[in-house]
């Protein structure tokens, strides 16, 4: 992908998400994966995992998040300028990722989990979470680090739905902690993210994203109902093309270009 004009864009006003999904590669053609991309923290993280099908899911989440958000500002996918937000409980620099100062503004989102990377791109604050469905033992235990609210929710539920339902909600859970930019050292029991969307937190819009039957997935953006929001999956195939552009511009026509 070069500096060229970025294909997705982002109007200043406008109240719009774009959505990600990506598949990485399979772990045997991993060795194809260029990480050329990607800085050396980057790689070395890529590298220091015990399952290759964990590293290889991470770097292809980051290249995936470089090259798109390349694209959105019109440079190479290595010259992305990130940088660190002030953290909301001490004001250091260590707070949630995002870019250097963007006119209009640009903010994003990652997570990955179990075989599948969710990208959240949005002119306001976004966060994006993406879970593989728990165990239902997992689900148990868990449950009660959840607002009591929602507890009574799950345990009103059929047992054969509480899986989905917690996954739902537990996305939902982080990816408005991600926004806030605390992560967990917020606690999870603090804030209701269930079923009654009138009681979920002020300033914020929550929403669960489609992405097949072994995830839940969702998004929160800061401030009102957006006007317009796309989920697009985006192909193994397009993390090793010489094209990545050329098949982002396509999909983005609503073409197919797999």
């Known amino acids: 992908?070069?500096?060229?004009?970025?294909?997705?864009?982002?109007?200043?006003?406008?109240?719009?998400?774009?959505?990600?999904?990506?598949?990485?590669?399979?772990?045997?053609?991993?060795?194809?994966?260029?990480?050329?991309?990607?800085d050396d923290a980057e790689r070395h993280r890529a590298a220091s995992f015990i399952r290759p099908a964990d590293g290889l899911l991470y770097a292809s989440a980051h290249i995936a998040l470089r090259r798109l958000l390349g694209a959105y500002l019109g440079t190479a996918p290595q010259d992305v300028p990130f940088v660190r937000q002030p953290c909301p409980g001490c004001g250091d620099p260590h707070g949630r990722p995002a870019v250097a100062a963007t006119d209009p503004p640009l903010h994003f989102s990652l997570s990955h989990s179990g075989g599948l990377a969710l990208?959240?791109?949005?002119?306001?604050?976004?966060?994006?979470?993406?879970?593989?469905?728990?165990?239902?033992?997992?689900?148990?235990?868990?449950?009660?680090?959840?607002h009591p609210d929602e507890r009574a929710e799950l345990a009103a539920a059929p047992r054969e739905a509480r899986r989905e339902m917690f996954g739902r909600l537990w996305t939902r859970k982080e990816a408005y902690l991600k926004g806030l930019g605390t992560g967990l050292s917020r606690s999870p029991s603090q804030d209701y993210l269930g079923a009654d969307i009138r009681?979920?937190?002020?300033?914020?819009?929550?929403?669960?994203?489609?992405?097949?039957?072994?995830?839940?997935?969702?998004?929160?953006?800061?401030?009102?109902?957006?006007?317009?929001?796309?989920?697009?999956?985006?192909?193994?195939?397009?993390?090793?093309?010489?094209?990545?552009?050329?098949?982002?511009?396509?999909?983005?026509?609503?073409?197919?270009?797999?």
């Open 1 to 38: 992908m070069t500096g060229g004009a970025a294909v997705p864009t982002l109007a200043a006003e406008a109240r719009q998400v774009d959505l990600w999904l990506l598949r990485p590669p399979e772990v045997d053609s991993a060795a194809a994966l260029d990480q050329s991309e990607l």
């Open 119 to 146: 990208v959240g791109i949005a002119a306001t604050t976004v966060g994006v979470d993406l879970e593989k469905l728990p165990g239902a033992e997992t689900v148990e235990i868990c449950t009660e680090a959840l």
């Open 199 to 258: 009681r979920r937190p002020a300033g914020w819009f929550l929403a669960d994203i489609p992405c097949g039957p072994r995830h839940a997935a969702s998004f929160a953006l800061a401030g009102e109902v957006p006007t317009n929001t796309s989920v697009r999956r985006l192909s193994p195939d397009w993390l090793r093309t010489d094209d990545a552009e050329g098949l982002l511009a396509a999909l983005v026509r609503g073409e197919n270009p797999a």
